[in-house]
């Protein structure tokens, strides 16, 4: 990936290679013309390959390269929302109906994971969203309680439970969601991009759209080496989006997130930590997120971007915050480190647009790309086969529009993690 350590790195190094997917050359013709290349527009071509539809897919660099390939890895079941508010906010159509999608999600990657073999090691094992002081616990019983009211299999744990699960830690309980779980975001969707490929989709890496047209019943895709007509258009590209309109590419404020990874641990010290290797994250504003991956390694991430001179505030504030869960792991460090971009809507709610005909767009994980990316590309494919038209589409339809002041809340959003980091555990 561009050969640079810092935006994929431990993923870079132990996901299976991505087949060749090369740019696209001269002109070309298809029924569905997918941009980006990440869980979202990968899962749609698959499963509009899996159908029969010619499918034609353009990334800007290679396949997994935004956020599907940088993320945590955490494979989580619904929204930041709470699940009363999705009703309220979505009306009582899409409220529910967006419920049950997300909730489902996570079985949805497990699935598609065992029927292609796809090598990215998956651990349905569940998550633990842990909370910090008396407020985060009090969160997370609501969120224990209104998912449990909708038979969720989610578990309120108090202080011992936690730490027992963790192997360390201070927190004051945590919510064990058992939809969840964790697995290799980079591996996962060059596995959904081999897929594809063996259906018959087509992938062009390197092909960076930079212009998209109508012309006659067709959309005209275009690229520096060549062009794609088709009478359907899908965008998906989200917080990496460099394509469409206008409205669409400043709809979302960017947030940073990195990931550090220590090296593998000792056996001795791999089994006091996470034993039923649940991936975890807590409810602070400024929030860490920690996971084991396959080999041992202790994966511990936060807001913020690695680049001079905040790579050292990260660093050193995710050594202090991870011996501090875990002083077990006093003397060890991290040996890669890398980062990424959310991108966040105001409300915390995806977006779907129709921007122009036989045109989808779905974008605005707010930072939970596996599932809600991979079940609505599986929807996006349906309505381009005429099976779910837009009324029965899992989010209402809106008009894409521009955050005010976007450029600055990012900007606050970073210094504000720098600042929390700079000052965590000094005051």
């Keep these: 990936m561009l050969n640079d350590p810092r935006s994929h790195g431990l993923w870079e190094k132990t996901a299976p290679p991505m087949p060749a997917t090369p740019p696209l050359a001269g002109p070309a013709e298809a029924d569905v013309v997918v941009v980006g290349g990440g869980f979202t527009g990968i899962s749609a071509a698959l499963h509009l390959a899996e159908a029969g539809r010619r499918v034609i897919l353009l990334e800007a660099v290679e396949v997994g390269f935004g956020a599907s390939g940088r993320n945590v890895g955490l494979v989580n079941a619904g929204l930041w929302t709470m699940p009363d508010e999705m009703p309220r906010v979505l009306g009582p159509v899409h409220g529910p109906r967006l419920l049950d999608l997300l909730g489902g999600a996570p079985a949805e990657v497990f699935a598609l994971v065992r029927r292609h073999g796809i090598d990215c090691e998956a651990v349905p094992n569940g998550t633990l969203h842990c909370a910090v002081g008396p407020a985060g616990l009090a969160e997370l019983a609501e969120r224990a309680r209104q998912w449990g009211r909708r038979g969720a299999p989610v578990t309120l744990l108090d202080a011992a439970e936690t730490r027992q699960r963790l192997g360390g830690g201070t927190y004051a309980g945590a919510l064990l969601d058992r939809r969840a779980g964790t697995l290799q975001p980079l591996a996962y969707v060059r596995g959904l991009a081999r897929a594809a490929l063996r259906a018959g989709a087509q992938i062009h890496g390197r092909s960076p759209v930079t212009e998209i047209s109508r012309q006659g019943p067709d959309w005209v895709a275009t690229t520096p080496g060549g062009r ?25 404020v960017i947030l940073p997130y990195f990931n550090m990874a220590t090296p593998p641990l000792p056996e001795a010290i791999r089994a006091t930590i996470l034993p039923g290797r649940e991936g975890c994250w807590d409810t602070r504003p400024v929030l860490s997120s ?31 915050a991870m011996h501090r869960i875990f002083p077990q792991l006093r003397g060890i460090g991290f040996e890669e480190h890398w980062f990424g971009r959310i991108g966040l809507t105001p409300d915390h709610l995806p977006r779907l647009h129709l921007p122009g005909p036989q045109a989808i767009s779905i974008s605005g994980y707010n930072g939970r790309g596996i599932g809600p990316g991979t079940v609505f590309g599986k929807a996006i494919a349906a309505h381009v086969l005429g ?27 970073r210094a504000g993690a720098v600042a929390q980091h700079l000052l965590a555990d000094r005051l």
């Design 387 to 413: 099976e779910l038209p837009a009324e029965a589409l899992p989010l209402p339809v809106s008009e894409a529009r521009a955050v005010p002041l976007r450029w600055a809340k990012g900007q606050g959003y």
């Design 228 to 252: 794609v007509r088709a009478p359907w258009l899908v965008l998906a590209t989200d917080a990496y989006n460099s394509a469409g309109p206008e409205g669409l590419r400043r709809e979302q």
């Design 290 to 320: 920690f996971r084991p991956d396959a080999a041992g390694r202790l994966v511990f991430g936060s807001v913020g971007q690695l680049t001079q001179p905040e790579f050292a505030v990260h660093r050193d504030w995710a050594m202090r």
